[in-house]
């Protein structure tokens, strides 16, 4: 597992924090099956699925580093997330068309085209390109926000957080698997 330090500036701390986030969601899905991948909380309305939750984070990392702080039109974004994603909302949570082993290349691609992007930012308060963080096919907000890279990160983490909380129920049902 990542180590994140006690002390030191506020950007690597954070880029830490996201890292550590990222491993802890990678190891809930890696060594299932396919159909574990897809299976759902028994007894539960809830369609969340550990693959369904990586495709979502797959497409939130590329949203927010690309479109949002790069400024990158949605259509210009790499696949699938330019022809997919502003055509089936449900797309992201939707593993039946895939494998695992291409859910978490999806993920990783991912999480490296963020990083890339966050990587090339020496300024943590640069505010991204786009006001706003509407998804393809939302009308845009008049009074959107811009969004420094700090409140970006801060808002994946946040993001990462919830979602572990998912997995852990998700991944304990599964095959009985507890902790990061």
Same mark, same amino acid.
């Given at each position: 597992?990542?180590?994140?330090?006690?002390?030191?500036?506020?950007?690597?701390?954070?880029?830490?924090? /996201?890292?550590?986030?990222?491993? !802890?969601?990678?190891?809930? &899905? $890696?060594?299932?099956?396919? *159909?574990?991948?897809?299976?759902?909380?028994?007894?539960?309305?809830?369609?969340?699925?550990?693959?369904?939750? /990586?495709?979502?984070?797959?497409? !939130?990392?590329?949203?927010? &580093? $690309?479109?949002?702080?790069? *400024?990158?039109?949605?259509?210009?974004?790499?696949?699938?997330?330019?022809?997919?994603?502003?055509?089936?909302?449900?797309?992201?949570?939707?593993?039946?068309?895939?494998?695992?082993?291409?859910?978490?290349?999806?993920?990783?691609?991912?999480?490296?085209?963020?990083?890339?992007?966050?990587?090339?930012?020496?300024?943590?308060?640069?505010?991204?390109?786009?006001?706003?963080?509407?998804?393809?096919?939302?009308?845009?907000?008049?009074?959107?926000?811009?969004?420094?890279?700090?409140?970006?990160?801060?808002?994946?983490?946040?993001?990462?957080?919830?979602?572990?909380?998912?997995?852990?129920?998700?991944?304990?049902?599964?095959?009985?698997?507890?902790?990061?």
């Amino acid at each position: 597992m990542p180590v994140i330090s006690g002390t030191g500036r506020e950007q690597p701390m954070l880029r830490e924090y /996201l890292t550590y986030q990222r491993v !802890v969601v990678r190891r809930k &899905a $890696e060594g299932l099956s396919d *159909g574990q991948l897809r299976a759902r909380l028994s007894g539960h309305p809830s369609a969340l699925t550990v693959g369904g939750i /990586l495709k979502h984070l797959s497409w !939130v990392e590329v949203k927010w &580093a $690309e479109a949002v702080f790069r *400024g990158i039109p949605y259509e210009l974004i790499q696949e699938p997330w330019a022809s997919r994603r502003g055509t089936d909302a449900e797309w992201e949570w939707d593993t039946r068309g895939e494998s695992g082993e291409q859910v978490l290349a999806l993920y990783d691609r991912a999480t490296r085209v963020a990083d890339d992007v966050y990587d090339s930012v020496l300024d943590f308060d640069r505010v991204g390109v786009r006001a706003g963080s509407e998804d393809p096919g939302q009308t845009p907000d008049a009074d959107a926000p811009s969004y420094a890279l700090r409140w970006i990160l801060l808002h994946l983490i946040q993001e990462y957080s919830r979602h572990a909380g998912h997995l852990d129920l998700l991944r304990e049902q599964i095959d009985g698997s507890t902790g990061d």
